[in-house]
């Protein structure tokens, strides 16, 4: 059956809403509803009475049916006797509604780049109605491209025909216009307000639009949801339907959908190259050191590298390298890619911006920023002392950096700035630490921040797997202990951590610390330190074959042990040089330094450096022994002038034994 025009029209002439007409026939608005849709036919009772109402024929109001009309007696009598209770099931729609307010696909953009295997993932969630309506939820970064995923599926073919009679859109943002979205999606499925009990109730609207859609096949997006009530109020429609969910908050994303979330991540470094190169290729051409360096900086944020793609091609526009460079030179300062923005159409700008604000990573953030309590503002600027990811932090760090209570960490991770990296330990996304950094004032923050790592370091010295987890926290403690004049931390630091930079083979890193913590303990006139920063010094230039130089900085540090009569300082030298002498193949002068070593052991009474010394004592005096024996002379002639270090050998293997 088709729609009745004619009876619509003649009830619109005269002004009449639904409500009218159905109170002077003794009906309900729903069936008279259902009479101008063609959805059912009046029974010739309402037929009689509709005709007198109009003051016409049933020909002039559409009441005569073009097909026979003639029913077997067996249909006729299961006919209700009067048409007035709706039907719970709807014949499905032949023209699909395909919401006008879906964003439209970006032209310069393209297709979403590394997102196959996401968008497959999430067709296949939403087409699984099999055991009713399908719920599914995304979840991220602001920026991270929710919204873009969004949309490539509301313009996906495939779905389109999954969902074939139609997409319903709704962007909510922040202050969101429910009732509107309620309304507008009414009108599509020929909802008639006067049919409501109050149609300023978003309930009123919400029960009509769920008995319009019946059994049909509808996927309805609900996008960029800020409270999960809004969400629930736009989650109408029958078992054919599926609803996808958009949010920044993770607690939102899991009550709608629970085992249906999605995260979504940032692009990875290939894919983030990839857009930027789609939108600035000129620029990844010629500059792609500088590209992916940019990549970096942004942690492959999509909405990030399409800002900044969008105003290298601009400045890019006629490729001049001067004017290249100096766009290239304002992205790589933090405060400048924030604040790096494009407008966007009234009827596409970003919902949760005001219509006259321009898109930028600063507004994106800024607008969850601004929600947050005052610990939870202050916190998040604190964790951006943190290096960003993907390196992470454990929440006993994060507290002693923030000063604050482990709430402050769940509400930034229900707010989805924070993000988790396993059990007790935390990550911050580049931008969002960027944004933080941007705008931390309290100094404090880095004292505490190197106090617990400097501290961390001394505790943990030989717990080298902890300290590979907390590796590049530590160099940033260290980092910060130097540039901001911390000097007692920094020298403290750079001892604490010495036994592990040697284990783990950073020799370059070491070389670097123990340099700059060597000149400023000489300047300080802490000589102690001094003394153990040459010896390790010595110790790098030994590990990698360079002898000499390992002699200068050992016998510099003898020099100032002896000054400071430090006993336990001078034997680790002494044995040192034992050892560079013994390489150097000068033997009588490493069995000099050697001796001298053990007898400063012994009189401090290390048992270790003894022990170490003895140890490789015998091999020593060995080789010194057949290498010193002249060609001419027997092995019985030679070991008869060498008594004494015969003995020597024979009273230190007995010594090494006993140890």
Known sequence: ???????????????????????????????????????????????????????????????????????????????PAIDSEPSPVLPISPDPILDPTIPLLSAIDGSLIGRDDLLQHIRDQLSDTTRGPAFVALNGLPGVGKTSLAVALAHDPSL?????????????????EVLEHLSRWGTFLHVDEASLSNKESCESWAQAIRFAIGQRRI?????????????????????????LL?????????????????????????????????????????????????????????????????????????????????????????????????????????????PESRVSLQAIIEVSDALL??????????????????????????????????????????AGLLESNGPNRYTLHQTIADYARV??????????????????????????????????????????????QMHDAFLRGVKASSPYLFVRGRYSEAEKYFSTALELALSLQRLSDATVFLRDLGRIAHTRGNYLQAETYYQRGLQLARQQQDELAISRLLTHLGTIMHRRGLFSESIAYLEDGMLHARHTGDQEQLSYILLGWPRLMVVWIII?????MPGRAWRSRTPSAMASISRTSFIVWEH
């Not at 629970?258 to 620029?283: I, K, M, S, W, Y």
Request: charged residues 25%.
């Open 1 to 79: 059956m088709k729609p009745n025009q004619r009876l619509r029209r003649e009830r619109e002439l005269r002004g009449w809403s639904q409500s009218r007409v159905a109170q002077e026939l003794g009906t309900d608005p729903a069936t008279v509803s259902r009479w101008e849709r063609g959805l059912s036919f009046p029974y010739p009772f309402f037929r009689e009475r509709l005709c007198e109402l109009f003051g016409k024929n049933a020909e002039e109001l559409g009441l005569v049916q073009e097909t026979p009309t003639t029913l077997p007696v067996e249909e006729s009598l299961a006919l």
């Open 160 to 176: 389109q025909q999954t969902f074939s009679d139609g997409i319903l859109w709704a962007g909510l943002g922040p202050h969101p």
């Open 219 to 243: 996927l309805i997006v609900i996008d960029d949801v800020w409270q999960i009530e809004d969400a629930l109020s736009c989650q109408i429609g029958g078992p054919n339907c599926a609803f």
């Open 246 to 354: 958009t949010t920044r908050f993770p607690h939102i994303a899991l009550h709608f959908a629970a085992g249906n979330t999605t995260p979504v991540h940032e692009l990875a470094e290939n894919d983030g190259l990839a857009l930027l190169a789609r939108l600035a290729p000129h620029v990844v051409q010629d500059e792609t050191e500088s590209a992916l360096e940019l990549v970096r900086s942004v942690g492959g944020l999509p909405l990030a590298l399409t800002l900044i793609g969008k105003y290298l091609r601009i400045q890019s526009y006629g490729r001049q390298p001067r004017r290249i460079n100096a766009a290239l030179t304002r992205l790589r300062d933090a405060r400048e890619r924030l604040q790096i923005s494009e407008p966007r159409s009234l009827i596409n700008r970003h919902t949760s911006l005001t």
């Open 373 to 414: 309590d005052l610990p939870a503002r202050t916190g998040l600027r604190a964790l951006s002392v943190f290096p960003a990811k993907p390196n992470s932090f454990s929440e006993e760090a994060a507290l002693a950096a923030m000063a604050l209570s482990q709430e402050v960490l769940d509400t930034l991770s229900d």
């Open 439 to 484: 705008l931390l004032e309290d100094s404090e923050v880095y004292t505490r921040f190197v106090q617990y790592f400097i501290s961390y370091l001394e505790e943990h010295t030989q717990d080298y797997s902890l300290l590979d987890q907390e590796s590049r926290n530590t160099h940033i403690a260290l980092e910060l202990a130097h540039t901001r």
């Open 628 to 632: 010193s024996r002249p060609r001419s």
